[in-house]
């Protein structure tokens, strides 16, 4: 078997980690050991962020939807909860956007669900005084 001389690989992965640590403080953008722990150390960071974003602009969204819910008089939860009733499917980034730019339409989406959950309230004692009703085994 030929012996393999890595000089270019070599090079090439090493100029690739240095050029990602340009920045880093003192030996961290130099050498090239250091240099990697930083930039491994910097991807996963990178990694874990960009999930806790998703988390975060959720939790931006369900607070802006819940205020503004308020607002008109209903709760977060049951304003979700009618909106599913009702079978509106909006996420919440675009129930945000409604909120924050168009109150009007905002708040007929809350009379849909205020209606939405006063129809399964109606529904909900029939169906417990059935259960009442029906012989226990």
């Keep these: 078997m030929p012996r393999v001389k890595r000089g270019t690989k070599r090079r090439q992965r090493r100029k690739k ?76 980034k675009v129930l945000a956007e409604i909120a924050s730019h168009d109150p009007g339409s905002f708040a007929a989406l809350t009379e849909v669900a205020k209606k939405a959950n006063a129809e399964a309230a109606a529904k909900r004692p029939a169906v417990a005084k059935a259960a009442a009703a029906a012989p226990a085994k």
């Design 17 to 92: 980690i240095l050029e990602r640590a340009s920045g880093y403080f003192l030996t961290k953008s130099k050498l090239y050991r250091s240099a990697k722990e930083s930039v491994e150390r910097g991807l996963k960071f990178a990694f874990t962020g960009r999930k806790q974003k998703k988390r975060q602009y959720r939790a931006i969204w369900i607070v802006r939807i819940g205020a503004v819910a308020k607002q008109n008089g209903i709760s977060y939860n049951m304003f979700i909860s009618g909106l599913k009733k009702a079978g509106v499917e909006l996420d919440r």
